[in-house]
C-alpha cells in the first residue's frame, strides 16, 4: 500500500462549471476527511467520514459543496458553479482509529 | 475560539545552524499535538504525535516538545533537504478529532 491517493492532482476550470475529486485511502482506514488550503494558510477542515457516514460539515462547506464516500471506501467531493474563491489545494486524509491522519498529495483547483 | 500560532513565519538557516520552531495554541481541550512537513506543492508529511506535557520526540535531526501552552521542533544540524514548511496542528477532545493547523513556518536551510 503506497499511502492516500488523490485524483486528478491538477484540474483548472472555467468560473461556474462543476468539478469532482476524488480520494483513495490507505486501505482498512475507516476515518477520511478532507481539508482545504489556500497559499500561505494551513489546512482547513471541510468535511469528516466514519465508513461511509458524513458525520461533521465545516461552516466553510457551502451548499455547493457536496462529499460522498459510498461503501466507506473511496470519497469524492463535488463543488457546482464553481468561483474564483475556490481555487485552492483540496487535501484528503485518513486515519485508522482517530489517531494520526496521513495526507494524500493534494488537488490544485483554479477557477479561471 | 481554538487556535494555533505559529512563530516565527519564515526562518533562514545556515547548514549546521540550530534554531527552534514555536506553536502556541488555545483550545477547549487538547487530545493531541501533531507536527507535519510539507514540501512545495505536496501534501502534509507526518513528523510527531504529543499527547502530553512534558512529552518529547524526535527523529534524526528534529525533536518535538509539548508544554500545556506551546510546542517547539528543534532542528538540530539541519541540512538543505530540511527545507520545508512546518505545521503545527492540534486534535480537541470534542468533535470529531479534525485537525486545527497553524499557518506554518516556512524553513530555508543554505548550504
Not at chain 2, 501533531?34 to 512534558?54: I, N, V
Not at chain 2, 505545521?87 to 478529532?97: D, E, H, S, Y
Request: charge should be neutral.
Amino acid at each position: 500500500d503506497t499511502g492516500v491517493s488523490q485524483n486528478p492532482r491538477h484540474k483548472i476550470t472555467k468560473r461556474g462549471q462543476n468539478v469532482t475529486f476524488r480520494c483513495d485511502p490507505i486501505s482498512e482506514h475507516n476515518r477520511l476527511y478532507w481539508y482545504r488550503q489556500t497559499l500561505g494558510q494551513g489546512p482547513e477542515f471541510l468535511t469528516y467520514f466514519q465508513n461511509e457516514a458524513q458525520l461533521e460539515k465545516s461552516r466553510l462547506l457551502s451548499d455547493r459543496f457536496s462529499a460522498e464516500r459510498p461503501k466507506g471506501s473511496f470519497s469524492t467531493l463535488e463543488i457546482q458553479r464553481t468561483e474564483q474563491g475556490d481555487s485552492a489545494m483540496y487535501l484528503c486524509a485518513s486515519s485508522p482509529q482517530g489517531d494520526t491522519q496521513y495526507f494524500g498529495p493534494g488537488t490544485r483547483l483554479t477557477v479561471l | 475560539e481554538d487556535q494555533v500560532t505559529q512563530s516565527p513565519e519564515a526562518l533562514r538557516l545556515q547548514e549546521g545552524e540550530s534554531s527552534s520552531l514555536n506553536c502556541s495554541y488555545t483550545v477547549s481541550g487538547l487530545r493531541g499535538l501533531f507536527w507535519y512537513r510539507q514540501d512545495p506543492g505536496k501534501g502534509p508529511e507526518f513528523l510527531f504525535t504529543l499527547y502530553s506535557a512534558g512529552e518529547e520526540k524526535e527523529k534524526e535531526r528534529l525533536k518535538a516538545t509539548l508544554t500545556k501552552k506551546e510546542s517547539f521542533l528543534h532542528i538540530t544540524a539541519p541540512k538543505p533537504e530540511d527545507s520545508a514548511t512546518y505545521l503545527c496542528a492540534v486534535q480537541l477532545l470534542t468533535g470529531f478529532q479534525k485537525l486545527v493547523f497553524g499557518t506554518g513556518t516556512r524553513l530555508l536551510v543554505s548550504p
